[in-house]
């Protein structure tokens, strides 16, 4: 069975509890729950972390033929608006990868507004709360 690998950076382990307003009161174990019922052809795999190297390794990772990974989901959090090094691992794997927001970034702050690694990147799918996921699964599925 084929892996789709989703990837959470920074400051996602609080997804619930951080800034509900913005980010909704559901946790990322209940998406987790949701996308495997859904998903079940696949083995949906997640990985989070707040350091930035640990994400460039998770990414290495999932190139690795035995990873048979289909493909990354990757909400980079903060790391999206300053990280060449993330940028520079997406662009050195053969894996198509994903970006999503759960927030619609565009209509937040300016620093917001760019993303380093959208060049690299698929496809960017934001602004649909926990739904991003999905939608980013979806994307992925049919490219
Ligand atoms: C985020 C948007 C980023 O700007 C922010 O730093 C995050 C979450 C989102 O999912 O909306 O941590 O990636």
Same mark, same amino acid.
């Given at each position: ?17 951080? $800034?509900? +307003?913005?980010?909704?009161? +559901? ?12 998903? =079940?052809?696949?083995? %949906? +795999? ?5 350091? $930035?190297?640990?994400?460039?390794? +998770?990414? *290495?990772? @999932?190139?690795? !033929?035995?990873? $048979? @990974? ?9 790391? =999206? *608006? =300053? ?6 691992? #997406?662009?050195?794997?053969?894996? !198509?990868?994903? $970006? ?10 300016? #620093?917001? *507004? =760019?993303?380093?690694?959208? !060049? ?9 709360? %926990? ?5 980013? #699964?979806?994307?992925? %599925?049919?490219?």
């Amino acid at each position: 069975m084929k892996n789709i690998m989703i990837i959470n950076g920074p400051n996602l382990n609080l997804l619930g509890l951080r $800034e509900p +307003e913005i980010y909704g009161s +559901e946790t990322m174990e209940d998406c987790m729950l949701r996308l495997r019922r859904t998903y =079940t052809d696949y083995e %949906l +795999e997640y990985f989070q972390s707040n350091h $930035e190297g640990d994400i460039i390794d +998770e990414i *290495h990772r @999932c190139a690795f !033929p035995d990873a $048979e @990974c289909a493909g990354i989901i990757l909400n980079a959090g903060a790391y =999206t *608006h =300053t990280s060449l090094a993330i940028a520079d691992a #997406i662009a050195a794997v053969n894996v !198509p990868v994903i $970006e999503v927001h759960i927030s619609n970034v565009a209509a937040r702050e300016a #620093i917001r *507004h =760019t993303s380093l690694i959208a !060049p690299v990147c698929r496809g960017v799918i934001a602004g649909f709360g %926990l739904d991003s996921y999905r939608l980013g #699964i979806e994307a992925l %599925l049919n490219l």
